[in-house]
C-alpha cells in the first residue's frame, strides 16, 4: 500500500475525544558517561489516548527507543537518570513510582513489543513457559487456567494450532511466528498502552502487512493506546493517527498524519520523507534521478549546539537557526513544529 492510498483510506476517521492514557511532559533522560552528559531525551512531551496510534519517527539515535524505556523504566540507574519531567499513566507519575509498584504495571497495565523477537524470547523455555510467567503473575490465574489464556492469545493472534505451539520453543518458530508470540506476550494482560518497537523488524513485506494488520485488529477490538516507533513511513501512513517526529532527542514536529504528510512544516520532516524510494505511475518511464538524502550526520548528544541542532544539516538555516533553537509553534491548528523558518518553506510537493 503507498503512502497516498493509506492516507486516503484514514482521513473519514474520527480521534477519539477521550482524555489521555499517558502523558509524558517535559521528559529529559540523560546519561552520565566519560565523554560527558549525554542528552538521549531532552524536553519531549507528549500525549496518547486510548484506542489511538502514536507514530513516533527518525533516524536512529534520535532517542525513540530511549524514550520508550523511559516509560517502562526499563533503564539501568545510573549511567541513566531523570533530569526533570513526568511520565503520567492514568495520572500517576511513573518516576516516582517504587519498583515494586512498577513491577506490577510493567507487563500487566503497559507493555512493550521489542525489536528483535528471537533475542527477546528466552530460547530454553517453551512457549507456555514463557507466555504463562506473566499471565500467573498479574493476574493471579493458576497454571491450568493460565495455560487456557495462553492458548486464547495465541488464537487472538491468528496463530494455528495454538495449544500444540506451546509446547514449543522459539527455534521451531519462524520469524513472524515469533512476532505474533510476543505480541501475544504483550496483550496477554490487556494493556492499556502497547509500545511497539520496530514490530516489523527483519520481516518479510507480506508478514509484515499482517503483524500491521492484527495490531490494528486489536486496537479496535481492545481500545488498546499505541505508539508505534518505526523508520517506515509507509507504515505511519497507513497506521498512525498522528506522528511525532523526533531529532537529537527532542521533537521536532507533531501533527495529525494527514496533515503531517500532505504540509510539513520542518526541513527535516521534510528531508526524511524525500529520502523513501517511490514508484512512478508510469511504469515504463525509467528513474533516472538520484535518491535525496539529508547531508551530514546527527550531532553528538555530549555536545549539542546552542542553535538548532539541525542547522549544519539544513538548506534553509540562517545565522538566527545557528545562534538560537526554534520553540515548538503551532503552526496550523493541531500542528506544532520548531524551525524559525517553516514561514519562508516553499510548497510542499514529493
Same mark, same amino acid.
Given at each position: !500500500?503507498?503512502?497516498?492510498?493509506?492516507?486516503?483510506?484514514?482521513?473519514? @476517521?474520527?480521534?477519539?475525544?477521550?482524555?489521555?492514557?499517558?502523558?509524558?511532559?517535559?521528559?529529559?533522560?540523560?546519561?552520565?558517561?566519560?565523554?560527558?552528559? %549525554?542528552?538521549? %531525551?531532552?524536553?519531549?512531551?507528549?500525549?496518547?489516548?486510548?484506542?489511538?496510534?502514536?507514530?513516533?519517527?527518525?533516524?536512529?539515535?534520535?532517542?525513540?527507543?530511549?524514550?520508550?524505556?523511559?516509560?517502562?523504566?526499563?533503564?539501568?540507574?545510573?549511567?541513566?537518570?531523570?533530569?526533570?519531567?513526568?511520565?503520567?499513566?492514568?495520572?500517576?507519575?511513573?518516576?516516582?513510582?517504587?519498583?515494586?509498584?512498577?513491577?506490577?504495571?510493567?507487563?500487566?497495565?503497559?507493555?512493550?513489543?521489542?525489536?528483535?523477537?528471537?533475542?527477546?524470547?528466552?530460547?530454553?523455555?517453551?512457549?507456555?513457559?514463557?507466555?504463562?510467567?506473566?499471565? !500467573?503473575?498479574?493476574?493471579?490465574?493458576?497454571?491450568?487456567?493460565?495455560?487456557?489464556?495462553?492458548?486464547?492469545?495465541?488464537?487472538?493472534?491468528?496463530?494455528?494450532?495454538?495449544?500444540?505451539?506451546?509446547?514449543?520453543?522459539?527455534?521451531?518458530?519462524?520469524?513472524?511466528?515469533?512476532?505474533?508470540?510476543?505480541?501475544?506476550?504483550?496483550?496477554?494482560?490487556?494493556?492499556?498502552?502497547?509500545?511497539?518497537?520496530?514490530?516489523?523488524?527483519?520481516?518479510?513485506?507480506?508478514?509484515?502487512?499482517?503483524?500491521?494488520?492484527?495490531?490494528?485488529?486489536?486496537?479496535?477490538?481492545?481500545?488498546?493506546?499505541?505508539?508505534?516507533?518505526?523508520?517506515?513511513?509507509?507504515?505511519?501512513?497507513?497506521?498512525?493517527?498522528?506522528?511525532?517526529?523526533?531529532?537529537?532527542?527532542?521533537?521536532?514536529?507533531?501533527?495529525? %498524519?494527514?496533515?503531517?504528510?500532505?504540509?510539513?512544516?520542518?526541513?527535516?520532516?521534510?528531508?526524511?520523507?524525500?529520502? %523513501?524510494?517511490?514508484?512512478?505511475?508510469?511504469?515504463?518511464?525509467?528513474?533516472?534521478?538520484?535518491?535525496?538524502?539529508?547531508?551530514?550526520?546527527?550531532?553528538?548528544?555530549?555536545?549539542?549546539?546552542?542553535?538548532?541542532?539541525?542547522?549544519?544539516?539544513?538548506?534553509?538555516?540562517?545565522?538566527?537557526?545557528? @545562534?538560537?533553537?526554534?520553540?515548538?509553534?503551532?503552526?496550523?491548528?493541531?500542528?506544532?513544529? @520548531?524551525?524559525?523558518?517553516?514561514?519562508?518553506?516553499?510548497?510542499?510537493?514529493?
Amino acid at each position: !500500500m503507498t503512502e497516498e492510498t493509506a492516507l486516503k483510506d484514514r482521513e473519514t @476517521a474520527t480521534p477519539d475525544q477521550t482524555e489521555p492514557v499517558l502523558e509524558v511532559d517535559d521528559l529529559r533522560t540523560y546519561f552520565d558517561t566519560r565523554d560527558g552528559v %549525554v542528552k538521549a %531525551v531532552d524536553g519531549l512531551s507528549f500525549t496518547v489516548k486510548p484506542g489511538e496510534i502514536l507514530g513516533v519517527v527518525g533516524e536512529s539515535g534520535c532517542g525513540k527507543s530511549i524514550t520508550s524505556l523511559s516509560v517502562m523504566q526499563l533503564l539501568p540507574r545510573p549511567p541513566a537518570r531523570f533530569a526533570s519531567g513526568k511520565i503520567l499513566f492514568k495520572g500517576r507519575d511513573l518516576l516516582k513510582t517504587s519498583d515494586d509498584e512498577m513491577r506490577k504495571i510493567r507487563g500487566n497495565e503497559i507493555s512493550m513489543i521489542f525489536q528483535d523477537p528471537m533475542s527477546s524470547l528466552n530460547p530454553v523455555l517453551s512457549i507456555g513457559d514463557q507466555l504463562t510467567e506473566a499471565i !500467573m503473575l498479574h493476574q493471579g490465574l493458576s497454571q491450568k487456567q493460565a495455560m487456557d489464556h495462553a492458548v486464547e492469545m495465541l488464537d487472538l493472534v491468528h496463530i494455528p494450532e495454538p495449544r500444540r505451539r506451546l509446547g514449543e520453543y522459539p527455534h521451531q518458530l519462524s520469524g513472524g511466528m515469533r512476532q505474533r508470540v510476543m505480541i501475544a506476550m504483550a496483550l496477554s494482560c490487556n494493556p492499556s498502552v502497547l509500545i511497539a518497537d520496530e514490530p516489523t523488524t527483519a520481516l518479510d513485506v507480506t508478514i509484515q502487512a499482517q503483524i500491521l494488520g492484527l495490531m490494528e485488529e486489536i486496537r479496535d477490538k481492545m481500545k488498546t493506546a499505541i505508539i508505534l516507533i518505526t523508520h517506515d513511513l509507509g507504515v505511519v501512513a497507513e497506521m498512525a493517527d498522528r506522528v511525532l517526529v523526533m531529532y537529537a532527542g527532542r521533537k521536532v514536529e507533531e501533527a495529525d %498524519v494527514t496533515e503531517i504528510f500532505e504540509n510539513p512544516q520542518h526541513p527535516y520532516t521534510r528531508g526524511l520523507m524525500r529520502s %523513501v524510494p517511490r514508484l512512478t505511475s508510469d511504469f515504463s518511464e525509467a528513474r533516472t534521478e538520484r535518491l535525496s538524502e539529508i547531508p551530514g550526520i546527527v550531532p553528538a548528544l555530549t555536545n549539542l549546539p546552542d542553535g538548532c541542532t539541525f542547522a549544519e544539516r539544513c538548506s534553509f538555516a540562517t545565522d538566527h537557526c545557528r @545562534a538560537e533553537y526554534p520553540p515548538l509553534e503551532t503552526k496550523k491548528p493541531n500542528h506544532v513544529a @520548531a524551525c524559525w523558518e517553516s514561514k519562508n518553506l516553499p510548497d510542499w510537493t514529493l
